[in-house]
């Protein structure tokens, strides 16, 4: 029970569809294992409805509550939620991240509208979601954030819009850590390399006309640890340890959880 007692909020804790579990579903149910009370924070309020009956069928405690993060008073009334009805907001972790699905493209075929809508879900929602989150973190003289970036943001990937999104979000984790110290605030970003989830894995093969097979024998053949993808739950391991108490001195970092890609680059 490394949460116990903490509430958290998962923002992007429902899925995309697919025979796989998300990475912030996995999250979701893993905080709440561990002893954490779950805000489900999602746009597709079935989706985090579903998380938050997963979480309950195990014993655990969650409520699903629907915010679309380029709406900033959906985020600001979901905070207040957690304040108002639960106590108060131990462990914020920004999960929603979108790539191929918003029109994502090499920089000499983006449109305008796909670049600024990623970046609106990529990137300024995770500074609004911090935006609120962080007064009632810095009253309580406590708090943990936790965001979804990738190793797309260190590695090279053509997809300009993803790219750009996933690498501001480490230097914002930067910030925000020094920034925030002082008020006994941590904040931690996780890169995910390849893992099977469907938001990858099935979006890609319907993308591209493949087999899910196909895509997921050519994603395993890339990973330098045992030629496999990871999955949503080893994200949600990393994500639990950086949420724990175990990790009280570490704030600023960037994690690589991608069975040995990024040492491909040193
Ligand atoms: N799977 C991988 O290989 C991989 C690799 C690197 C990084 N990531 C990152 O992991 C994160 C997502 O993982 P996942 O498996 O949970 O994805 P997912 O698509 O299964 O879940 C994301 C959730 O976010 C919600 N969402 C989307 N747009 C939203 C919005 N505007 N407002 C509120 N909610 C919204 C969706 O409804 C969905 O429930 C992303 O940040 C992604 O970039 C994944």
Known sequence: MRLNNKIAMVVGAGQTPGPTIGNGRATALLFAREGAQVLAVDRDIDSAQETVELIQREG?????????????A??????????????????????????????????????????????????????????????????????????????????????????????ALVTLTQQLAIQNAEYGIRANVILPGLMDTPMAVDNRAQAWGQTREEVVAARNARVPLGNKMGDAWDVAHAA?????????????????????MSCRIG
């Not at 655990?60 to 900033?72: L, P, R, S, T």
């Open 74 to 167: 959906s985020l600001e009334a979901a905070v207040n939620h957690c304040k108002e009805h639960l106590g108060r907001l131990d462990i914020l972790h920004n999960n929603v991240g979108i790539s191929v699905t918003g029109g994502d493209a090499p920089v000499t075929e983006i449109s305008t509208e796909a670049f600024d809508r990623i970046i609106a879900v990529n990137l300024r929602g995770v500074v609004l979601a911090c935006k609120h989150a962080l007064p009632v973190m810095r009253a309580q003289g406590s708090g943990v954030i936790i965001t979804i970036s990738s190793i797309a943001a260190i590695e090279n990937y053509p997809w300009v819009t993803y790219k750009a999104s996933k690498a």
């Open 60 to 72: 655990g405690q969650g409520e699903a509550v629907a915010a679309d993060v380029v709406d900033e």
């Open 240 to 260: 639990l340890f950086l949420a724990s108490d175990e990790a009280r001195f570490i704030t600023g970092v960037s994690l690589p959880v991608d069975g040995g």
